[in-house]
């Protein structure tokens, strides 16, 4: 590959030849633990045949409609979301090609909304301190995430930004008891000030992804700012492009929580990355309002393509045969307790944190002061080269201000002894990379 440059920015170039379960083969022939399943996407593993015949078949039969029509492939995917995967209240779906255009989409959807409800002048969406969205204008402004917004500062709308709930640094105290009221409050605050008039939409991920690295909300958190939402008339639009589809050990992660979004995001484990697709699962109330209205929600070309929805119907499918969502349920359990016991008493990691198997840890300098490692030491490119050379693949976290946090989320059929072989090897890394060990 020498040859060819690759990626845009040129850097580390790994040939991956093949993939299977859960590893990864060079062309060189070395074996990858993927537990970062690719950028957090692969849950049912790399390599089934069901699903590669499905996406065959689709392609054969309808290579390509224009996304408003259906398909037998877009049938079973609407028959496999409907009937086994989304809430009854989430009734109306729109298909993208991935998570950026799904929350592009739905900040349009909640606008529209207000719009046609003669809310005309809530037009402001709020945004996370701590955050990830996407990668046009509109959704990486909304992102708390300013690595990704470097020299681009000039072209990017405003969304006013509430902090990401953190509770290993809550200015309260680490972990304080008043966590969870402490940040509801600031929306509240937030809301408040813009005026409440103004705002359309709070934007937020149930569990925070890898710009955090897998940050859980204290319990009371989300059921508040429902409550504050409602107050207020707000559309509370949760980004589950990371989280959903069992990432978490629940079908999505607001389940953890006794509350219903008005508009759900997906994406990533979607179609188990066999295909791009992301997905926008909105309320009856929401769309009604918006056909009535007679606004549009125009398609993505590729949205909804045939073979991406056949990959997707096939993932959902096997999750559901194969258990797979309590499955990473609990081997989420058991990584956390693996992780807990190498690191909790590490003098460089400040906290083990995350759901399922979406799961991370947070290295810093003094873990009494909580202070980070100098960012020129780039510790997680340094961890996750070394895992790399270990055979695992981490995946890299952080916004740039939240930094040195390494995050994991291999597919749901990872087993025991792999999650052993993950948590050995990261704890080598992070001894090698801190000096140690
Ligand atoms: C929470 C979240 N939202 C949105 C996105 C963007 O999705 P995509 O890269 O498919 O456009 C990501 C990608 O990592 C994500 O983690």
Known sequence: MSDVAWPFLTGRNIYIERAEG???????????????????????GHGRQRVADAVARATLDTSYVVPPWLTPAREAMLKELRGHWLPPELSRIHCTSGGTESNEAAMKIALHYQQAIGATSKTKI??????????TLATASISGHPA?????ESAMPRFPVVDTPYPLRCPLGSFHHDTGAYYADLLRDVIESEGPDTVAAFLAEPITGSSGGAIVPPDDYWPSVREICDEYGVVLILDEVMT???????NFGYQHWPIMPDIVISGKGLAGGYAPL??????????AAIQNAGFQVMFNTFGAHPAACAASAEVLAIMREENLVQQAAERGVYLQERLQNAFSNHPHVAEVR????LAAIEIVQNRETLERCPADNAVTNHIVAKGLDKGVFFY?????????VVCMGPPFVISESEIDQMVDTLLECVDETLDNG
Do not use: C, M, P, W
């Open 244 to 250: 959903g589809f069992g990432r978490t050990g629940k």
């Open 22 to 44: 859960v590893h990864l083969y060079t062309r060189s022939g070395q074996q990858i633990l993927d537990a970062a399943g690719g950028a957090i996407v692969s849950n049912i």
């Open 126 to 135: 709020i945004g996370r301190s701590i955050s990830y969205h996407g990668t």
């Open 148 to 152: 990704r917004k470097k020299g681009l």
């Open 396 to 404: 890299g976290g952080g916004t740039g201000d939240v930094r040195d």
């Open 354 to 357: 995350g759901r399922g198997l």
């Open 278 to 287: 992301g997905g926008v699962f909105a309320t009856e109330e929401i769309g």
